[in-house]
């Protein structure tokens, strides 16, 4: 036989040619002067069909297939007589690889939280295929748009001492667990030690990172600050890890983040590599998977795809945190019956919940939306205080896009020493813990500044699908870990 031809290159172009392929049936009809076999081999979501004629020597294996079974074809290429394609194999040798009794997905629509108890066969259905195959795109784009604007790629660990948030949101490294499964004992409880000399620091070998306390990242941005302050423009991309306990569609316990940092860099320019970046992936996408996208505008989020052009063509929105809490007031105002738009309070001084951000990009500017100097009291330590208000707000921004809320986070970075400091010693850290970090401002500091994508969250955006728990091959959330 030939060697396998994959289905995404199976054009018209071949009309006349000896093909073999293979794949996973997904229906199979038979007649008598004929069967179809809708074959699908992962590369893109028409699949091929085969023709198998009543007098081809394989045709009595056509009885024994069915839905999910993998099987190879060999067969010319011609042209269809059916409207629903232009070409189809027919087939003079067929090869039954797997059989598939009892397969769970059937030719119909499942939900996609019925999918997620079996995300080990997901990837077979359209939807995940397509997902998948856009999340693919999205990340080499991105290697594409930094490379092509000189940033060097920086690997940052995902185990550390350090906190980036400060927020506490961090899992905990342990080492080993006793046979029962629970943990070693703790340092305190522990007693074999005890014949050590009392000079020797207790330490538990078991528990924690080798009697280091460490966690999974919650972000490289302090990795890639250090590297930035010597390279100049670098980027991180990788997983990261949030021990917060949200069930909501925007949320995952491990997601993955792309964290550009530059140094020489301020707020503005900041904002703009964002937009810049936005655009080259969601044009990247356009152009190269006009099919999936296709499919996801019919069938998952009407718009889609007018709601991308709008995000190639028109330069996205701008304002401060100010302004913005101008407009929300101004939406929120009670109507006739004393009702107001918003669930949670809307005044200068509070975080923006979801509904507000979705409000700013979806309804006010149908458009993404930068919000920047937001008040320091709501944002971490790292971020620059703005002189102008005596550090009031802070240098930083977040991008809102319409059906997501918050896509990136980012700001200029504090790079006064004294300063740094001093927010530090005020957010309640542990001041040892970042001498490192200090040091980036004792020695040659400069300005610079960076953000986080999250890149579930732009796949979310790209494909309009709602859960972010579908857009990422084997999702983390609470109670979550099976596969
Ligand atoms: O706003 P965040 O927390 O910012 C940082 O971590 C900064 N250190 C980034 C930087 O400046 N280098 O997170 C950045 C983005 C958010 O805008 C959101 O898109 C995504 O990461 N994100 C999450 N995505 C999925 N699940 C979660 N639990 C997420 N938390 C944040
Ligand atoms: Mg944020």
Same mark, same amino acid.
């Given at each position: 036989?030939?060697?396998?031809?994959?289905?995404?290159?199976?054009?018209?172009?071949?009309?006349?040619?000896?093909?073999?392929?293979?794949?996973?049936?997904?229906?199979?009809?038979?007649?008598?002067?004929?069967?179809?076999?809708?074959?699908?081999?992962?590369?893109?979501?028409?699949?091929?069909?085969?023709?198998?004629?009543?007098?081809?020597?394989?045709?009595?294996?056509?009885?024994?297939?069915?839905?999910?079974?993998?099987?190879?074809?060999?067969?010319?290429?011609?042209?269809?007589?059916?409207?629903?394609?232009?070409?189809?194999?027919?087939?003079?040798?067929?090869?039954?690889?797997?059989?598939?009794?009892?397969?769970?997905?059937?030719?119909?629509?499942?939900?996609?939280?019925?999918?997620?108890?079996?995300?080990?066969?997901?990837?077979?259905?359209?939807?995940?295929?397509?997902?998948?195959?856009?999340?693919?795109? &999205?990340?080499?784009?991105?290697?594409?748009?930094?490379?092509?604007?000189?940033?060097?790629?920086?690997?940052?660990?995902?185990?550390?001492?350090?906190?980036?948030?400060?927020?506490?949101?961090?899992?905990?490294?342990?080492?080993?667990?006793?046979?029962?499964?629970?943990?070693?004992?703790?340092?305190?409880?522990?007693?074999?030690?005890?014949?050590?000399?009392?000079?020797?620091?207790?330490?538990?070998?078991?528990?924690?990172?080798?009697?280091?306390?460490?966690?999974?990242?919650?972000?490289?941005?302090?990795?890639?600050?250090?590297?930035?302050?010597?390279?100049?423009?670098?980027?991180?991309?990788?997983?990261?890890?949030?021990?917060?306990?949200?069930?909501?569609?925007?949320?995952?316990?491990?997601?993955?983040?792309?964290?550009?940092?530059?140094?020489?860099?301020?707020?503005?320019?900041?904002?703009?590599?964002?937009?810049?970046?936005?655009?080259?992936?969601?044009?990247?996408?356009?152009?190269?998977?006009?099919?999936? &996208?296709?499919?996801?505008?019919?069938?998952?989020?009407?718009?889609?795809?007018?709601?991308?052009?709008?995000?190639?063509?028109?330069?996205?929105?701008?304002?401060?945190?100010?302004?913005?809490?101008?407009?929300?007031?101004?939406?929120?105002?009670?109507?006739?019956?004393?009702?107001?738009?918003?669930?949670?309070?809307?005044?200068?001084?509070?975080?923006?919940?979801?509904?507000?951000?979705?409000?700013?990009?979806?309804?006010?500017?149908?458009?993404?939306?930068?919000?920047?100097?937001?008040?320091?009291?709501?944002?971490?330590?790292?971020?620059?205080?703005?002189?102008?208000?005596?550090?009031?707000?802070?240098?930083?921004?977040?991008? &809102?896009?319409?059906?997501?809320?918050?896509?990136?986070?980012?700001?200029?970075?504090?790079?006064?020493?004294?300063?740094?400091?001093?927010?530090?010693?005020?957010?309640?850290?542990?001041?040892?813990?970042?001498?490192?970090?200090?040091? &980036?401002?004792?020695?040659?500091?400069?300005?610079?500044?960076?953000?986080?994508?999250?890149?579930?969250?732009?796949?979310?955006?790209?494909?309009?699908?709602?859960?972010?728990?579908?857009?990422?091959?084997?999702?983390?959330?609470?109670?979550?870990?099976?596969?």
């Amino acid at each position: 036989a030939p060697p396998r031809t994959r289905i995404n290159t199976v054009s018209s172009d071949l009309i006349g040619n000896t093909l073999c392929v293979k794949g996973w049936v997904r229906s199979v009809r038979a007649q008598k002067a004929f069967a179809f076999i809708d074959l699908n081999d992962g590369t893109n979501l028409a699949g091929l069909q085969i023709i198998v004629h009543g007098d081809a020597p394989c045709f009595p294996l056509v009885s024994t297939l069915s839905t999910g079974c993998s099987i190879s074809a060999v067969g010319e290429l011609v042209a269809s007589l059916g409207s629903a394609q232009p070409v189809e194999l027919r087939a003079t040798a067929l090869t039954l690889l797997g059989s598939a009794a009892q397969y769970p997905l059937q030719k119909k629509r499942h939900s996609l939280e019925f999918l997620r108890s079996i995300a080990h066969l997901r990837p077979r259905t359209n939807s995940i295929a397509a997902v998948s195959r856009i999340r693919s795109a &999205l990340a080499m784009a991105t290697h594409a748009f930094f490379s092509e604007n000189g940033f060097v790629y920086v690997h940052s660990p995902l185990i550390t001492a350090s906190d980036c948030e400060g927020a506490g949101e961090m899992f905990r490294v342990t080492t080993a667990l006793q046979q029962d499964g629970t943990p070693q004992p703790s340092e305190s409880s522990q007693t074999e030690h005890s014949e050590q000399s009392d000079s020797t620091p207790r330490v538990d070998f078991k528990n924690d990172f080798f009697g280091k306390p460490a966690f999974l990242t919650v972000s490289g941005q302090l990795s890639a600050e250090c590297f930035a302050t010597a390279l100049g423009d670098v980027y991180t991309f990788g997983p990261t890890f949030r021990a917060e306990n949200s069930n909501t569609s925007r949320h995952l316990a491990e997601f993955w983040m792309i964290e550009p940092e530059m140094a020489f860099a301020d707020l503005h320019d900041d904002m703009n590599n964002a937009e810049q970046l936005v655009k080259y992936l969601v044009s990247h996408v356009i152009q190269k998977c006009s099919a999936d &996208l296709a499919f996801f505008d019919r069938f998952i989020q009407k718009g889609l795809l007018q709601k991308l052009n709008t995000v190639v063509e028109k330069p996205f929105a701008r304002l401060s945190y100010t302004e913005a809490i101008d407009i929300l007031e101004r939406a929120n105002k009670p109507n006739k019956k004393g009702k107001r738009r918003f669930e949670f309070e809307v005044r200068w001084g509070v975080d923006l919940q979801s509904e507000h951000e979705r409000y700013l990009a979806e309804t006010h500017f149908q458009k993404p939306v930068f919000v920047y100097n937001y008040p320091s009291a709501i944002k971490a330590f790292y971020m620059r205080a703005n002189d102008e208000d005596g550090g009031k707000t802070c240098a930083a921004m977040d991008l &809102l896009v319409p059906g997501i809320g918050e896509l990136i986070g980012g700001s200029q970075r504090e790079e006064r020493l004294d300063v740094l400091e001093d927010k530090i010693e005020k957010s309640g850290l542990e001041f040892d813990a970042y001498w490192w970090y200090l040091d &980036l401002r004792r020695f040659g500091t400069v300005p610079h500044a960076g953000y986080g994508l999250g890149f579930e969250r732009m796949v979310q955006f790209v494909t309009g699908m709602e859960n972010i728990r579908d857009v990422i091959p084997f999702p983390r959330y609470p109670g979550n870990a099976e596969f």
